[in-house]
């Protein structure tokens, strides 16, 4: 992972015989990962991970989610995962008109088809939420 700082983006470099993709990163978010770049992260230089132990070894997934699942106890979210995050994401791009393309490269699916599943969910609660304003 190699974050772009001109460009405010962060590239993902291939994986076996996936593609790597590059993600569009907001100011916020550009910011925070430079701040973690610069002050939080050891200073290992031959990583090509973002996140690393003080080793230099890359985080392990099941410690990430631990770590997670902590905060979102903290905040008082209830039986949330990680990838949650993943569809909330693609579901609220995809509801403010986000183009479905853009949407399914970013988020590294390999048929667009798998991103038109999330339009049935923005589907469900547009209609519920246009029940309870009496629209329908």
């Given at each position: 992972?190699?974050?772009?700082?001109?460009?405010?983006?962060?590239?993902?470099?291939?994986?076996?015989?996936?593609?790597?993709?590059?993600?569009?990163?907001?100011?916020?978010?550009?910011?925070?990962?430079?701040?973690?770049?610069?002050?939080?992260?050891?200073?290992?230089?031959?990583?090509?991970?973002?996140f690393?132990?003080?080793?230099?070894?890359?985080?392990?997934?099941?410690?990430?989610?631990?770590?997670?699942?902590?905060?979102?106890?903290?905040?008082?979210?209830?039986?949330?995962?990680?990838?949650?995050?993943?569809?909330?994401?693609?579901?609220?791009?995809?509801?403010?008109?986000t183009?479905?393309?853009?949407?399914?490269?970013?988020?590294?699916?390999?048929r667009?088809?798998?991103?038109?599943?999330?339009?049935?969910?923005?589907?469900?609660?547009?209609?519920?939420?246009?029940?309870?304003?009496?629209?329908?």
């Open positions: 992972m190699q974050v772009e700082k001109e460009t405010g983006s962060l590239s993902i470099p291939k994986k076996s015989s996936k593609d790597g993709r590059t993600i569009p990163l907001n100011k916020a978010v550009v910011e925070a990962v430079k701040k973690y770049l610069d002050q939080e992260r050891p200073k290992i230089d031959d990583s090509r991970h973002l690393i132990t003080k080793t230099g070894k890359p985080l392990l997934v099941r410690n990430i989610r631990s770590t997670m699942e902590r905060y979102f106890k903290l905040a008082g979210v209830e039986k949330a995962k990680v990838n949650d995050l993943r569809h909330t994401f693609v579901a609220h791009h995809l509801s403010q008109g183009n479905l393309l853009f949407i399914s490269k970013i988020a590294g699916h390999k667009i088809s798998t991103t038109e599943r999330y339009l049935q969910y923005i589907e469900r609660v547009e209609i519920e939420e246009k029940t309870e304003l009496g629209v329908l």
